[in-house]
């Protein structure tokens, strides 16, 4: 395909000179006609950047002038990969490239004082405003009028949307000028008779994006007629920043001289863009293969691995992915910028592959850029945490790995990350109890759903000292953290809370008493565990994005963005809870439709949700996306399709958070017969120098042998016009091969990570002395005449958390899997989602920890392990609550009249609940474990939380919590 691309092409070249002397003006300057761009800088402060215009100078924003050359780059880059570009535009791409340099080397610069008048009333490159050149000089097909023409740019050599001003002024909302595209598959000349031609064009930039370029037009004109064929058209594909028409052409009587688009008002009186038909110019399809352009990838820090085969439990799995005995050799590679390559495993004298037995990998960049924290394991032996110096190229100083002391010795510790402190946060495979100094009686921790050892959450090291904490307990498994800009820690959460489907008597399942080291244990009572129900009603599996505070506080999903707003199935397509009522709608896709029957929210179509979320990374032009992969849990090495999340900014309500699938839905599974457009497998997206670079293979189906996928770095490419998805671009290495054990392989590039410094993100708390409660909490606070620093006291002496949920009755209304109609018996609360329905009356709420009491003596993945089975909340605990009376089944608190609840919890143990009637029938149940932390006090608003009205079609409840009133009145 082809493309046309209307844009201004003035180039200013900008040679920096080596130094400033202390005490003279250095004018750094190129000329183009009567202009030129000058740098100069003042003692101590910043450079500044003056453009002039014979005798007119005024300065400039660097830092705008800088971002719109970055885009007039990729604009040029996007030409050259098509492999159509004249060998001018290949000029202006280096000179462009030069001046990026020029100006990144002038915002450094400090130096004497440049002292120049400027006249007022100049548009920033100089030329003054109205005198009929629109700020640019005076070329022959300038559009000195001001109106927006192809070619020519209404804000002079502003960027659009810079703010910079020449010629007539536009709204404000049309300074981000329309760029209109277009591009043939055939001749501008066609064949008469002809009417198989289909013609697409783009337009970028359109402002707002609400608006519709239907209400204008495109026209053909056809050569040696003076009227110009109006043309119907149609979207072809849209998304947040472009728009792709298409229309099949007609048999014209004559040649096309050219086409073009008027884009008229759009109805909010804004003028978008007019193109002029003279300088419109259909590029004519090449057959010439595109030649891609080499990406600016900076320095990257990777690994590289041997090839390994897919397989349950292996480094590459989706879970049980931290087991050192199925990890292959993997070494850490730092590549500068002009691709010299560092073996810094090789130079610190661990390893050279060869017969040596070691794995690095997880690497995480200091926000200083001069070092990084990685986990490695040494013959097999457990992953534990190292720091490794990053040397700048040329620097001859040894590289050293160095011991994280303090960490749990023993036990498997990856996916480090700094936090705002210069703490250490990673994943472990410790069994979850800080109070007991040896938990080897517990290991390794089993997960819910395999039973294969499994991560049991995350946990933070104080640096400098030996004191760690669990932020999480999972009992399925915590991955591979990362801190976003907004300071919470993100990760990957596998959520399997459903009954023990390996509980059989030829698994030799058994059930301890407790955790305690010489428990007693029985044989298990087959099927029929305390919570959830037993194994078959209810499939929940899914892998997907939870978040916490660095202290660990506010463990949830995503912006309470859970699975009924993110998930393509439920296992079993069943409804969550077996005994629902009519009104209730199985959790299960229609292929035919691409709906899920209850969705509400703009996430609705198959390819705008996600199976399971891996490898979460954030976008640092847009801290509010997150980009992940969309991958199947078994056979896939954790590859699949490149998906991203947007609004995802702290505090955005779900219904405005979007899921985009970024390539073609069949990348997301394994297939021998994969979709024409299909482009491969992809791992771990990050991004390098503003591009989005991933781990990708062509490889399309399941990999048994470690020899089919080819996992490289390469950089993926935005689409392109009449295209919809990403595809694979330039490679950031030249490969990788080395000799192992007397094979010659090309290693896998896994784990790129860009080397600069960072902008350390705000360390998030809800622990501090400044948290302050909501309006309702705070009142009763207030009624009962308790402070907050009494209550958090109280926590922190009894090791306890508070949660509170201000009416239990009311959910969101999309969450149709569960009893949506509910009442407080003897109270005034409740939820009818239908009017003339009969609630079902609730007055308990029934709490559950989960303690490593199940273990297997047959089982032969797990016969020394423990998983976490959910137990009653120990007696301890309950009496510090509102326990009814003692006919009434354990671990349960009384729900206040208006619904709420109020209840203290065991700190950093994985917590979990479901709502009874008073004859202890589960009605309502939890799918997920949270963890709080000591002295915290959790609020919500409602048990499943709610968007942005309840199943009554009410808003989120408001009502000062009344269990919580009776409880520190019972308590203080």
Wanted: glycine fraction near 8%; aromatic fraction near 10%; proline fraction near 7%.
């Amino acid at each position: 395909m082809i493309r046309l691309f209307v844009f201004v092409c003035a180039f200013l070249s900008l040679v920096i000179a080596a130094d400033l002397a202390a005490e003279e003006i250095t004018y750094l300057e190129a000329l183009k006609g009567s202009k030129k761009l000058t740098c100069s800088a003042e003692a101590d402060k910043p450079a500044q950047l003056f453009a002039t215009k014979g005798s007119v100078l005024k300065e400039i924003n660097p830092n705008k002038k800088l971002k719109k050359i970055k885009l007039q780059i990729k604009k040029y880059k996007k030409i050259l990969k098509l492999g159509i570009a004249t060998s001018k535009i290949q000029k202006k791409y280096q000179k462009a490239k030069q001046l990026k340099k020029s100006i990144q080397a002038c915002l450094k610069i400090v130096g004497p004082p440049l002292d120049l008048p400027g006249p007022p009333n100049q548009d920033d490159d100089g030329g003054t405003i109205g005198d009929g050149d629109s700020g640019e000089s005076d070329n022959p097909g300038d559009n000195d009028t001001g109106v927006v023409q192809p070619g020519d740019d209404t804000q002079g050599s502003g960027d659009p949307g810079s703010g910079e001003q020449g010629g007539q002024t536009p709204p404000v909302e049309a300074l981000k000028k329309p760029i209109i595209v277009a591009l043939a598959p055939n001749p501008v000349v066609f064949d008469l008779g002809q009417s198989t031609n289909t013609l697409y064009f783009q337009v970028e930039n359109l402002l707002p994006q609400s608006a519709q370029l239907p209400t204008s037009q495109l026209y053909a004109q056809v050569k040696g007629t003076s009227s110009p064929i109006l043309l119907p058209y149609s979207l072809f594909y849209q998304d947040s920043s472009l728009s792709v028409y298409s229309t099949v052409l007609p048999a014209f009587n004559g040649e096309v001289d050219f086409f073009f688009v008027n884009l008229s008002d759009a109805g909010d009186g804004i003028q978008y863009a007019i193109s002029d038909p003279q300088t419109v110019t259909l590029m004519i399809n090449s057959t010439q293969v595109p030649t891609e352009p080499e990406p600016e990838t900076g320095t990257i820090l990777f690994t590289a691995v041997e090839p390994t085969p897919k397989g349950q439990g292996t480094m590459l799995s989706a879970f049980g992915n931290h087991l050192p005995q199925k990890s292959p050799l993997c070494a850490l590679f730092l590549q500068y910028e002009d691709k010299t390559l560092r073996d810094l495993t090789k130079e610190a004298g661990i390893g050279n592959f060869g017969n040596d037995v070691y794995c690095v990998r997880d690497p995480v960049v200091h926000w200083s850029g001069t070092k990084a924290l990685v986990s490695m394991s040494i013959n097999k032996n457990p992953y534990q945490l190292y720091e490794v110096n990053l040397p700048l190229q040329g620097d001859s100083t040894p590289v050293v790995f160095k011991y994280v002391t303090g960490q749990p010795a023993g036990y498997n510790n990856l996916g480090p990350i700094y936090d705002s402190y210069d703490n250490y946060v990673f994943m472990t495979d410790r069994p979850a109890r800080t109070d007991m100094p040896d938990v080897s009686h517990l290991y390794p921790a089993l997960d819910e759903y395999e039973a294969v050892p499994t991560p049991t959450g995350l946990v933070k090291l104080l640096k400098g000292t030996n004191q760690f904490k669990y932020l999480t307990q999972s009992p399925s498994g915590d991955f591979f953290p990362i801190l976003d800009s907004f300071g919470r820690i993100c990760y990957t959460r596998w959520d399997h809370l459903i009954q023990d489907q390996a509980n059989y008597a030829n698994f030799g399942s058994i059930t301890f008493d407790d955790e305690s080291p010489g428990s007693n244990y029985v044989p298990s009572d087959y099927g029929n565990d305390l919570f959830p129900e037993k194994f078959g009603d209810h499939g929940l599996s899914i892998f997907q994005t939870w978040c916490n505070n660095q202290d660990g506080t506010e463990n949830e999903t995503l912006n309470h963005f859970g699975r009924h707003e993110s998930a393509t199935y439920i296992q079993f397509g069943q409804q969550s809870y077996e005994n629902g009522a009519p009104n209730l709608a199985s959790f299960s896709f229609n292929n035919q439709t691409g709906k899920i029957g209850y969705s509400t929210g703009v996430n609705n179509t198959k390819e705008q949700r996600y199976r399971n979320f891996f490898d979460i990374s954030i976008d640092p032009n847009d801290p509010t996306v997150l980009y992940g992969i969309d991958a199947e849990e078994f056979g896939a090495q954790r590859a699949g399709r490149i998906v991203k999340i947007t609004n995802a900014d702290p505090g955005k309500n779900p219904e405005v958070m979007e899921i985009v699938g970024l390539t073609h839905p069949s990348t997301a599974t394994l297939t021998s017969a994969p979709d024409p457009e299909d482009s491969g497998r992809s791992r771990t997206p990050c991004f390098i120098n503003g591009s989005l670079v991933v781990s990708h293979s062509d490889f399309t189906n399941e990999d048994t042998t470690g020899n089919n996928h080819n996992f490289r770095l390469r950089v993926m490419n935005p689409p392109e016009f009449g295209q919809k998805y990403y595809t694979p671009g330039a490679f950031l290495t030249d490969g990788i091969v080395r000799n192992i054990k007397g094979q010659t392989k090309q290693l896998w590039e896994m784990e790129c990570t860009e080397v600069k410094a960072r902008t350390v993100p705000p360390y998030t708390t809800k622990l501090s002395t400044a948290f302050q409660l909501e309006a309702p909490e705070q009142q009763i606070l207030q009624q009962a005449g308790v402070s907050l620093v009494q209550l958090q006291t109280f926590l922190n002496q009894n090791d306890l958390a508070l949660l509170v949920s201000r009416d239990v009755t009311k959910r969101d209304d999309a969450d149709k899997q569960q009893t949506r109609d509910l009442m407080i018996e003897g109270g005034f609360a409740q939820g009818i989602s239908k009017p003339g329905t009969e609630p079902i009356a609730i007055s308990l709420l029934r709490l559950f920890k989960s303690d490593y009491r199940r273990s297997y003596l047959n089982y032969f993945a797990a016969q020394n392990g423990r998983r976490g089975i959910a137990t009653h909340l120990s007696q301890d605990v309950m009496n510090f609550n509102l326990h009814p009376d003692p006919d009434q089944p354990p671990s349960t608190v009384k729900l206040g009249p208006d619904g709420s609840m109020a209840a203290f919890v065991p700190a950093n143990k994985a917590i979990s609940y479901s709502l009874v009637d008073k004859n202890n029938t589960p009605f309502v149940h939890e799918r997920y474990w949270i963890t709080a932390q000591k002295g915290e006090i959790r609020v919500c608003a409602s048990c499943h939380g709610i968007n942005d009205k309840d199943q009554t079609g009410a808003g989120v409840p408001q009502n000062p919590p009344l269990a919580l009133l009776d409880l520190l009145n019972q308590t203080f």
